[in-house]
């Protein structure tokens, strides 16, 4: 069975940093792309970054700049570093992979 699991959020202060974990389990494969995502309550889900099984990236969203998507390339595990946090950054953070969903991630930035 297959699943997708997010780790690393927490509380942060202003202008601090984390690191989120994917790790996607039960595939026989290498997933294609793996993706970060967030979503606030009654937002609609907003995208963020994505990276290929070979290392291509692609970031966009509100933390563009301040974040960047790596990638085990052995594993299925992605990983999003974020910096330069905000307030407005507290959400649910999700990962994506290969069509299922992880159950997300809470960061919270505030002093």
């Known amino acids: 069975q297959v699943q997708v699991v997010e780790s690393g959020g927490g509380l942060v202060q202003p202008g601090g940093s984390l690191r989120l974990t994917c790790t996607a389990s039960g595939f026989s494969y290498n997933v294609a792309v793996m993706g970060w995502y967030r979503q606030a309550p009654g937002q609609q889900r907003e995208f963020l970054a994505a990276?290929?099984?070979?290392?291509?990236?692609n970031m966009d969203g509100p933390g563009k700049g301040r974040s960047f998507i790596t990638r085990d390339g052995a594993e299925n595990t992605a990983y999003l570093q974020m910096n330069s946090l905000e307030p407005e950054d507290t959400t649910v953070y999700y990962c994506?992979?290969?069509?299922?969903w992880g159950q997300g991630t809470q960061v919270t930035v505030s002093s």
């Open positions: 994506h992979a290969d069509s299922t």
């Open positions: 990276i290929t099984r070979t290392g291509q990236s």
